[in-house]
């Protein structure tokens, strides 16, 4: 009888403590069940593509959803009110703790776009206003794309084997496009530009795809375990982030040196000048965010987020065009119309060329390559923050389905069609670019935006003005579906190219 009643007790209170071990938080958004000590892990490592599975989360647990990896909670926000509620809300326009900085920087959240608070917006502020001013969404820009646009024509002349013989060999564009974004950029940044196939350049952009391939929507394991990670940096990932990043370091930390070298405090050069020199403006100031390990992280971050990204929506761009003969034509009609053959299509064309900026949307809106945009996490010293009825743990991983939002078929008509037509203003019909957020919105709404519209729309025109594209012939249809995790990229596909008639 005793054994049956010690049975009862044990039994009882593994019960106990699997209820304890699986409750959520009073008022958690709705979601699956939450597995003692892994939640939904399970369900986060399934192998799919992180945009898939929260599409499947909002249809089945609604526009706020809750999850969990081990015990860390996850909330996926779809549709277009909270979304954009959320891009506007100062209380969650924070980030989640960047525990892998901290293990690589000792203890120190470094940049912009993993730091909140103060750093933040002095750190944002000022890079935003010195780019502007040093010629983000300018005409400087244009013409030092136009200087990157002339090598990317030699590169396809090389690599298809030329006009002569009527480029007989397929072209990769992500592979030609790869320096090119960064190269514009990377001008003003650090006044250079790059060989598209300088070895060290390749290297580089190779360890950023790499790096945005390493993250996950979900976090890392070596920044949910950071106290594990210490003890075991290889199991847990570290070691292979942190050498990831290393050339990306190693590489600014010489541009740096260089920079400092020969600087003129009085004449700076480019952006790395006017923050060396702030630098030393604030040499006396004890709570300056002003330092050479912060000048290096803003510059790593807009390596990062200004390689891969601009790059990525170009080459879903080549392919959406080769996959879309009819929107091709009708894009280079309208550049013939309004910008001839003679010259490159400038920024001052852009608003005479309605068809070209609505296919562009649709290029961002069919590819939405940042899926779940940046995590956002509650600013708060309270446990918990109020969002539409639902409470959100501080310490939250907030993902913004941008995916979804983009092929929602309650905002886009048939959104899985590609058809730019639906920007365009037909007897008096709504075009919902509300809905079409890409950058994000509000706080938190991408540093590069203006940079990288000009860059898409320079380049896509460019490219289209003077080729054709198609499949090559034998060739099998290439797939719209993307590869990537945090950022989306096509599957791998090339492209007959020919010079217009
Ligand atoms: C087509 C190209 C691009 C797309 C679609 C894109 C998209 C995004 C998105 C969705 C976010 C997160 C917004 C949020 O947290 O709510 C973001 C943040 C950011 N992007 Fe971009 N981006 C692009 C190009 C660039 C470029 C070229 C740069 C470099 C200058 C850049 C720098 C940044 C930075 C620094 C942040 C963090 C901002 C912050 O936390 O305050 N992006 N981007």
Redesign the pocket.
């Known amino acids: 009888m005793a054994a049956y009643v010690e049975l009862a007790l044990l039994v009882g209170a593994l019960l106990l403590l699997f209820w304890l071990l699986s409750s959520k938080p009073k008022k958690f958004p709705p979601g699956p069940f939450k597995w003692p000590i892994v939640g939904n892990i399970r369900l986060l490592s399934t192998g799919g593509q992180a945009h898939t599975m929260m599409c499947s989360v909002q249809k089945e647990y609604g526009d706020i959803a809750g999850l969990f990896t081990f015990n860390r909670p996850i909330v996926v926000l779809s549709g277009l009110e909270a979304i954009r509620e959320a891009?506007f809300r100062d209380d969650l326009s924070a980030?989640p703790p960047n525990q892998v900085h901290k293990m690589l920087y000792d203890g120190k959240i470094l940049?912009?776009?993993?730091t909140h608070g103060e750093t933040?917006k002095v750190q944002?502020r000022f890079?935003l206003q010195h780019?502007r001013d040093l010629g983000f969404g300018k005409r400087t820009l244009e013409s030092i794309a136009h200087e990157e646009i002339q090598a990317v024509f030699e590169d396809i002349e090389d690599i298809s084997g030329g006009q002569k013989n009527g480029f007989p060999n397929p072209v990769n564009f992500h592979d030609i496009l790869g320096g090119t974004?960064i190269n514009v950029?990377w001008h003003i940044i650090a006044g250079k530009r790059y060989e598209h196939r300088d070895p060290q350049f390749k290297r580089l952009i190779l360890a950023v795809q790499q790096l945005l391939q390493q993250g996950s929507p979900a976090g890392t394991f070596a920044g949910l375990f950071p106290r594990l990670s210490k003890v075991f940096p290889k199991m847990t990932g570290l070691n292979k982030l942190a050498s990831t990043r290393a050339p990306i370091h190693t590489f600014l930390a010489d541009e740096i040196m260089a920079h400092k070298k020969n600087i003129d405090y009085d004449h700076p050069r480019d952006f790395m000048d006017i923050y060396l020199r702030e630098i030393e403006k604030q040499r006396n100031d004890p709570d300056t965010t002003f330092t050479e390990l912060q000048l290096r992280q803003v510059c790593s971050?807009?390596f990062v987020?200004?390689t891969d990204?601009?790059l990525?929506?170009l080459s879903f761009g080549m392919l959406y065009m080769v996959l879309h003969p009819e929107v091709q034509k009708k894009v280079q009609e309208e550049l013939d119309e309004v910008v001839g053959r003679d010259r490159m299509p400038s920024l001052e064309d852009r608003p005479r060329l309605p068809y070209i900026d609505a296919t562009i949307n649709e290029i961002?809106r069919c590819s939405t390559?940042?899926p779940l945009?940046?995590?956002?996490a509650p600013l708060t010293h309270e446990p918990w923050i109020n969002f539409r009825g639902y409470h959100i743990p501080k310490g939250a991983r907030i993902l913004?389905n941008?995916y979804g939002l983009h092929h929602d078929p309650k905002v886009w008509k048939s959104p899985e069609v590609f058809n730019p037509e639906r920007f365009l203003q037909k007897n008096g019909e709504q075009v919902p670019r509300e809905a079409l957020?890409?950058?994000?919105?509000?706080?938190?709404?991408?540093?590069?935006?203006s940079?990288?519209?000009n860059?898409?729309f320079l380049f896509f025109t460019a490219i289209l003005q003077r080729y054709t594209l198609r499949v090559p012939d034998g060739h099998p249809t290439p797939t719209m579906e993307p590869d990537g995790k945090t950022v989306l990229f096509p599957k791998p596909f090339t492209v007959k190219v020919n010079l217009r008639t």
């Open positions: 891009c980030r940049g912009i776009a993993s933040w944002r890079t780019l974004s950029l971050e807009m987020a200004g990204t601009t990525n929506t961002m390559i940042a945009a940046v995590p956002h913004l941008l957020m890409p950058f994000g919105a509000g706080k938190r709404v991408c540093l590069g935006e940079l990288a519209r860059n898409v």
